[in-house]
């Protein structure tokens, strides 16, 4: 039975969640002295009462129940000041019951339910949120809200090796940031979107451009944002062959950047300045081995599965670029048998070792293997991975003693860009040796992405962060 004073609190939710004041609700069949009572409390409904204002709201009777989850803003604020999985859960519950709810707050749990999802590695639950987001943020009308979903999926979609969407997505945001004169907060995060996309396209330059607008946007700040401004030149820096530069860039976020402003994005910082000390000529493996340790110490204390695989790849890498090669396939096979949590690049990285190590053993399907990944790369759109892949596959053949390929007739020789992943190959291993540091992109997988043409993506290669 809906009693008070439960069900007048529910039904003045209801009412103003559709904009609609009481003489509106109240039509012609209420008087609006009655419709205050109950909301108020001071009447109890009557079953035609009810009848007559679910019928109004478009609704059922059931409706006027209180979720059992609890309210959709009770779920809001535990969810919020705790960010525990349970409260994750309960929250999701709670948005699925509460579906008459303000577009705002409908908005603001969809945005923490994509959190929770990109801090497990579940980037296609993590899409799924945000293009409900984004189109609620439209709904909405405010800019800030519009640029800020835009943003957030233009990184998820990223992430997953959908490149054109996603370019698409950081575009709309960066227009939308400039045209309403939006704060540094959101017109620096729509770059650090844009370069990241921009760069995976293989649009370098246009990257590098927007790249020093932002290090200059973020200039004398040292918290988060400016941590992932940093981390973004420097993998710009990577992919046009400036080492130097990327060093010092990277090395200026991990000087001063602090741990106790977001543990994750500091050991995010390691493990990718870890991939840069192999990345760079001469390899540094020393270094990178010292970067796995530090990131390893504090996973202690903010471990995530998505994290622990990328330290785990990084490692099989380094076992790579030290000989080790026994040790690098015995740590692919640990990535194998765990849930992929990583990027689409990340998954692509783990791919392209795997071949690797086949070509070092003499079988011929790691070649075959590498040129197919660099071929669904290109085909994809990630102009840049594609081009990795080429390289690697050189440098795997003049390791191994063959010739180097000639790339595919319908795929030219590979241009320095920016890394895009994408699987062609199902089983997903270890990272690639030559993994360009990915730029700042909080995500990690679970299952890869379908391809545009339907078919099932196989991991890729490493990736700038982003």
Known sequence: MLRQPAFGQRLRKLRLARNLSQTALAGQGMSTGYLSRLESGARQPTDRAVDYLAGRLGLTPADFAE?????????????????????AHALGQALAAEGHESPVLRWQALWLLARAARTQGDHTLERDHLTRLVALGEEVGVPELRVRGLTRLARCLRSVGEITPALDAAVEAHRIALHDHLGTEDRATALLALVSVQAEAGRTAEARTHADALTTLVQGRHDALWAEAMWTAAAIRMHQGDHHGAQTCLDDALDRFSSQEDLTLWIRLRLAAGRLHLQKTPADPPQAQHRAEEAEAALAFAGTPALRQDLTALKADLAYATGRYDDARTLLGQLAADQPRMTYRGQVRLEILRHRLLILAGDPSGIQGLRTLAQQAHADANIDLAAEIWRVLAD??????????????????????????HPAHPAPLPAHPAALPAA????????PAPARNGHTRTPAAPALGG
């Open 440 to 447: 700042p992109d909080p995500a990690t997988h679970t299952t």
């Open 67 to 87: 979720p059992a989850t609890g309210s959709l803003a009770h779920a809001l604020t535990l969810a919020a000041s705790t960010g525990s999985p349970d409260a």
């Open 396 to 421: 795997a053949l003049t390791e191994a003693g063959h010739p180097h390929p000639t790339p595919h007739p319908a795929h030219p020789a590979p241009l320095p860009a920016h890394p895009a992943p």
